[in-house]
């Protein structure tokens, strides 16, 4: 899948990094998960509060904050944001 490791790599250095650098940001991660006709991907970001998600996507902050070329990539519906509050984590012991 050519154009998903493309993508891939291009959400990583145009978006992922500076999420990561964004004050306030406590970690984010990007899953993918690959097609039969097309690859699906997911960005999840940690943050202290709604404040420092503001200071990343701007007070429309249930938007999507689209990165320049994602419009070359995109098929299907527009992506969602939802936002959750983590009331539970465990994380086993290495």
Avoid: C
């Avoid at 978006?15 to 997911?42: D, H, S, W």
């Amino acid at each position: 899948m050519g154009r998903a490791d493309e993508y891939t790599r291009y959400l990583y250095e145009a978006g992922i990094t500076k999420i990561a650098a964004i004050p306030g940001n406590r970690g984010v991660q990007m899953l993918r998960r690959i097609g039969e006709a097309y690859a699906e991907f997911e960005v999840h970001s940690y943050w202290d509060s709604l404040d420092a998600i503001r200071r990343f996507a701007g007070d429309d902050y249930e938007q999507v904050s689209h990165l320049p070329r994602d419009p070359e990539y995109m098929v299907g519906e527009a992506p969602l944001v939802r936002h959750f509050e983590i009331v539970a984590e465990h994380w086993p012991s290495p």
